[in-house]
């Protein structure tokens, strides 16, 4: 398990907060990634705020990354 920080959304009308999780071991169809930089566009704030309705919080935005890669798992070949 890893820890992992983040800034997260709590519910629907709250500001991005710091948040804390575990990631799990990567397994063997996982890339896992060392993110660098992490932008947050205008679908990542319809999430945040629940404007489609079917957000699960804590809701974590932010999916246009840039990173390294640190581990494969043992199924992957293009990484």
């Not at 820890?3 to 629907?12: D, L, P």
């Not at 999780?21 to 704030?45: K, M, N, T, W």
């Not at 489609?52 to 935005?61: A, D, E, F, H, L």
Request: charged share 20%.
């Amino acid at each position: 398990m890893a820890k992992t920080y983040s800034y997260a959304a709590r519910n629907a009308t709250d500001a991005l907060k710091p948040f804390t999780f575990e990631r799990r071991a990567p397994g063997a169809d996982d890339v896992q990634i060392d993110i660098l930089y992490c932008g947050v566009c205008h679908s990542d704030l319809h999430t945040a705020r629940n404007e489609w309705n079917n957000t699960m919080y804590p809701s974590v935005p932010g999916h246009e990354i840039v990173g390294r890669v640190t581990a494969v798992g043992g199924n992957v070949k293009k990484f």
